[in-house]
C-alpha cells in the first residue's frame, strides 16, 4: 500500500514509517516541522536505504492536503499530526482544538474529495482520565480532565461518527499509553523541543548531563513504592502495532478503538532503575509534591489488539532503556 503519514517526521510517526517500509509498504511523509527536524530523513534513509518521500505542509492546509493527494495513489492515512503536551494544552487550549481536532477535520475533508476512506488514527490512553478500573479496556468510561485528552476524544468521536454515516469508511483509533524506546540504531530517537513532559527523556537528559536532577512528583502514592505507575511500551512496539492496524483495515473494514500497551505497570523508580542499569549513570533524584491530574496507577488490558490485529508487545524494559540511552547518549543534543 501507499500509505501517507501526517507528522511522518515525529517521534512515533519516524519509527512507523520504517516499520511500514520493513514490511513492504510505500510511504509519504507530510510534516510542518513543529516537533521535528529536518535531519530526520537523513536518518530514515540512512536506516532504511530510501529516500522517502516527503510533503513539508501542515495538516490544517488543505491545499497542501489535496496537492499531497492528488499526485500519489494513496491508499491509507496514518494521522499523527496534532500537538500533544497536556500542560501545554491547559495553558493553550485553542491551539490544540485548532490542529488537534481542525487538524483532523480539514484532513478527512481532502481525504473524503479523493476517495481515500481508511485512516489510522493516533489516539491516547488520556481519554481514560483517572480511572482506578485497572487494567483499562477499551470498554473503560472515558473522562478526559484536559484540553489534551479531550481533543482525542473528540476526534475519536467524528471518526465513529463518520463511519456511522458512511460505511465506506473504515478507522480504527489506536490509544496509546506511554511510548519511550528509540530505534536500535542509535539515529533516531524522542527529541523533545524545550522541557521534556514525559519522564523518559527527562531522566535521559539528566542522565547525558543536559538537565541536574530529575524531580519525581509525589512518593506517596498507594503503589509498592509510592511512585506512579505506568504502561510503558517500547515504539518498535507502538510502530509495529500501526502496521497492523492499516493492514487490518484493508482485510476488515469497519471502526474499532483498540489499546496498544504491555499490559504491565512499571513505576517511576522503576523506571529510574532500568535506566541507571542500562546507562551506568545514577539519576539524582528529587522529591516534590503531587501534581493535579496525576493519578497512582495507569495500565492497559491489551487483549483485544492480540485477538483483532494479531499484536503484542515483545520488547522488555531493559530494552526501552537501553535503546533510549544509545539515541541519547550517541545525541546529547538531539538532531541539532
Known sequence: MRILLTGGTGYIGSHTAIALIEAGHQVTLLDNFSNSKPAVLDRLREITGVTMDFFEADVTDEDALDAVMADRSIDAVIHFAAPKAVGESIARPLHYFENGVGGTVKLLRAMDRHAV???????????YGLSEDLPLTEDAPTSVINPYGRTKLMCEQILGDLFASDSSWNAIALRYFNPVGAHPSGLIGEDPQGVPANLVPFIAQVAVGRRPALTIFGDDYPTPDGTGVRDYIHVLDLAEGHVAAVEHLANKPGYDTINLGTGQGVSVREMVEAFERASGVAIPIEVAPRRPGDGPASWADATKAARVLGWTATRTLDQ???????????????YD
Open 117 to 127: 476512506r481508511n485512516v489510522v488514527y493516533s489516539s491516547s490512553a488520556t481519554v
Open 320 to 334: 526501552m532503556t537501553a535503546d533510549v540511552w544509545r539515541w541519547q547518549s550517541h545525541n546529547p543534543n538531539g
